[in-house]
């Protein structure tokens, strides 16, 4: 079976340090490449990434099911890790099963760097000091400044209201067990240790 030219090279991305960019011209919706890495748990890749400890915040995980996560860190096999993050994505990154694949979003022309949004998740609340360690440096005119997932503001509930979103998560947490927290399939999101 005949090897197939590949659709990227790494080499230096004017967003962060290395980046993929395009060898050909790819169309909407083809796969481009698997995330690739080491399996391990959350536990572990809180001990070797210490945000708190890094003068700037820099991993290589992806979160997956069960409470795993994909560090293709030094360890790690495939060359993926070199996508940056864009808040004006041309890549999605696709959770299947536990792996990780990453899709062309819309026609990439050649030369063009491959760029996904990471999505990234971190706990607690954003302040200036967490948005500068997850800086983004897309420099797309939709650029959010930030590497981290959006976060929808919490709306002001009316008591009407309040009571309706009461029942109604009743009805859902009887059947589900949790009413906000369903497996996603797709939308993999990089993942903050």
């Known amino acids: 079976m005949p090897k197939t030219a590949p659709l990227y090279e790494i080499r230096k991305s004017t967003i962060q340090g290395k980046g993929a960019f395009a060898l050909k011209a790819i169309p909407a919706g083809k796969r481009i490449t698997e995330y690739l890495g080491e399996i391990i748990t959350a536990e572990e890749s809180e001990r070797r990434y210490d945000d708190a400890a890094m003068k700037r915040h820099h991993t290589f995980l992806f979160e997956i099911e069960g409470g795993m996560c994909i560090d293709a860190g030094p360890r790690g096999s495939g060359d993926a890790k070199y996508i940056n993050h864009s808040c004006d994505p041309n890549c999605e990154a696709v959770m299947e099963g536990s792996r990780i694949f990453i899709d062309a979003k819309k026609d990439i022309e050649k030369g063009t760097e ?26 797309s005119r939709r650029c959010r400044g930030t590497i981290l997932a959006p976060r929808r503001p919490a709306k002001k509930k009316t008591a009407k209201k309040a009571a309706k979103k009461k029942t109604a998560d009743k009805t859902v947490g009887k059947t589900s067990g949790k009413s906000a927290s369903k497996k996603k399939t797709t939308g993999a999101k990089k993942r903050g240790a």
């Open 114 to 139: 491959l760029v996904y949004d990471y999505k990234y998740n971190v706990q607690g609340p954003i302040d200036d000091e967490t948005r500068a360690m997850y800086a983004c440096h897309c420099g």
